[in-house]
């Protein structure tokens, strides 16, 4: 299933030059320190030069700083990182069968493209849309009128519920729901009136999204996830939130409803953004943050309590509790002193 | 499938005063910005008066206090964020057919009642019972003996685990899980002994349960979800919780096993609650807020770190880890400046 | 379905000294305050020991210490929690039928043992192992070359991605996802490179997984959890993390990519751990902790914000922004009083 390549054949699908091309052909990739002859492995740092005088790797991917300092064969490239997860992809892409499971069950007005593959039990509502080579894993519920793209791959068990839109080339991990009710209530009298959510979910092209994550659909108008934005496990997108293209988001992150993420910002995992917040294009957030307030500037922003023994955080915590009565303190002293001073200056003076 | 209704009709259905209904038939409603004069909008703050000059809606819910800004067709009401939410209700409720699909497993002894529609795949276990307009989407897993009550509505995905319990007209969204084992474990020789989780799961009237929310079952005695309860998405409950009525849990909150959470609460997305703890009605927790005691008292409470730019977040932390260290500086500076002004009261009583 | 006993029998089944037995046959456990006459309560802390004089239970696990507390017939046992957990376990573990659902879907090649159970409208695909005795739960999905090991049970709705192994004697709930692709992106121009996540995820013997935990796939090694781990709910394990033996992990843990968790380790709820870092063994973590450094050592970490009511917390915050200032402040007080008792000392001396 995977492509067995030499160098000089991975080189004309993804460019590089290469240097002492054996002729050997490879079919995966590896790490310096785990790479056997038949795999290729990369250096990306300074710091594991070491490696490469023990590495057993077939060929190297390397930077043009690095060309000289290996006589393996290899192919230098700007971004090895990149270029090592393009070669992986060539080894590591297996193709699906386009049908549909004698098991899946399909609305008769479903239009499902003919490249299409759609796993066991997969349910494909009336008036939904799967493009051109999409795979629906198994079970996956595909509602009324929702759209999946073209080489779009569903894993099995996602969710998404109808009207929602899945762009092209997009991977769902299992467990995904997309389009679930936002939560909007109106409060009357002590009881929670629910507002119906007659928006929808639209994930632009080449969105990943990890296991669990949900994404939900807006109260009167949608929830976008622009273009190329990654999202990892466990995410929970409230509604009418907007992720700007190339942003990447780590595990475990909440976006609270309405909040606009910028393009090409790095939310690092645990953070939590308010709603109606807008963070600007490139912000960058440190894991475990609490976002409280709009970031209209590009940067990096930290909140971050220091992990200490039990028995100096809990005094930590209390010290953090008492502080007004600190500042108060230092506030006192300063009257004081000053009094102090004042005193003795008058004293001299009289002196 | 939505209805289309004039003022009067709707005001005939809800309440409300109307003011020049002009006989159109509206069948959606809108926000100010958005709607068309197809649709109703609706007026729930005076900061949004500037907005009712442009708008094209066709009319507007609005309350007293603001019945003459507008020469729009109007309903006047007390409450226009809820009657907006039970307006939208009457324009985007769709009816589902009755029946069981024929992909569907259903135990011999399962009762299905004849108005309750189980979707493609579900699996309704022996001794499940499923109330009258009931709605169990495709692929939902119903244990043996559990109860789905009349009206409510499961989304594709949705696992009740044996003998547990929801109630009347409750909406419980894709990928939630009621029932699953408590984490209870006890410590022998250093491996843990897994305890039976033996309570059950009872879930209220009216109660609302976001996506891929997780409620376990009790150890001994039951989880409690209190009618009307909201819990939005990816929140989890551990065993033997309880949650009061009409008390509204934002996303990705966490409760720990045995804690009581009062009636009409509002938790803050990403809270959390440690196990044991009582918290009275009527409590707001802020989000993220971790919360280490009980709470006797209605009122806000509030666990924040400022997020900072990262330079300065980073410094912050080292100041809240050295706060022991501060503290003691201005302990040292108290004593030694009282120490200085009975030195000089003493010199000066001397001279 | 359940088994009934007396205590004599329990005794010769696991251990402990009877006294008092009446001969009367139990079939539940029961805590102290809602046991009736045929069921077993447990005394575990001296700090329960009121509610023996109103317990209606018909007996009562015990330790040595408290054997003289009643005259209840009892068990005196060495750990009576852990005792408890196995008398529970006793009298609430039911038996599945061993053998395959019609509507499950198995490939050719799927190897199911003949004493395992395989539920409706599960997919068992080429090359997977079932093990004897293991229960495969209604639409769980077990992917290409997939391992599930004896005795190991999935409630409903497990995903198991390709190449994936579960030990023996697993507790898999409903919603988990073993095996979804790590987060990893190579940036290249603004846009990101997905990398193909070709690990697998390693699961020991006695693991018990929560429901709707996510935990994913090396990058190119494998994610390994080793025996006897406890995962509780929604817990996210990034790629190559490794957790040590017998540790358990309290629900909304994130733990993110290569980060090696010792043996025994307790992680308490909704705690984050940073990547790439080491946790030594025996190390408990509080709950809500952020774990930013590597833990070498044996011990108890806290970091904790205090809980306040809401207007102090708000002013909390202010004064934790402003902790460089407060610093500042005190360094100058320390300055200004020095140069005043040196002043002070250089008069005397000149006096």
């Given at each position: 299933m995977t492509s067995s390549l030499t160098l000089t054949e991975i080189a004309q699908k993804l460019g590089g030059e290469v240097c002492g091309d054996s002729g050997a052909k490879f079919s995966q990739v590896a790490s310096l320190q785990t790479a056997n002859a038949e795999q290729i492995a990369f250096l990306t740092?300074?710091?594991?030069?070491?490696q490469l005088n023990s590495t057993r790797a077939g060929a190297i991917l390397l930077s043009a700083a690095h060309t000289?300092?290996?006589?393996?064969?290899r192919i230098v490239v700007d971004n090895p990182y990149a270029y090592y997860a393009r070669v992986a992809a060539l080894f590591n892409t297996e193709s699906t069968p386009a049908g549909i499971a004698s098991s899946a069950s399909l609305a008769v007005d479903a239009k499902v493209a003919a490249s299409a593959s759609v796993g066991e039990y997969a349910v494909i509502e009336a008036g939904a849309v799967i493009g051109e080579g999409a795979i629906i894993g198994n079970a996956c519920f595909i509602g009324r009128d929702a759209v999946i793209g073209t080489g779009s791959r569903l894993y099995p068990h996602v969710t998404v519920y109808h009207h929602c839109q899945v762009g092209r080339d997009c991977v769902v991990h299992s467990g995904v729901v997309i389009g679930?009710?936002?939560f909007g209530f109106a409060e009357d009298a002590g009881q929670w009136i629910k507002i119906p959510q007659i928006g929808r979910v639209m994930i632009g092209d080449s969105v990943e999204i990890g296991a669990n994550t949900t994404i939900d659909r807006g109260a009167l108008d949608d929830t976008v996830i622009e273009d190329g934005v990654k999202l990892d496990n466990q995410i929970q997108i409230a509604h009418n939130c907007r992720i700007g293209a190339h942003t990447a988001i780590a595990g475990c992150v909440g976006i609270a409803g309405s909040a606009r993420i910028g393009r090409h910002c790095k939310i690092g995992g645990a953070a939590m953004i308010l709603g109606h917040l807008e963070i600007a294009d490139n912000v960058t957030i440190s894991p475990g943050s609490m976002v409280t307030r709009s970031l209209p500037q590009a940067g990096v922003y930290t909140a971050l309590l220091p992990l200490q023994a039990h028995e100096d955080g809990i005094k930590t915590a209390v010290h953090i509790r008492q502080l007004n009565v600190l500042v108060e303190r230092v506030a006192n002293l300063e009257k004081e002193l000053k009094q102090l001073k004042e005193l003795k200056s008058l004293k001299e003076q009289k002196t």
């Open positions: 740092d300074s710091k594991y030069l070491s000289d300092v290996t006589s393996l064969p679930g009710d936002g």
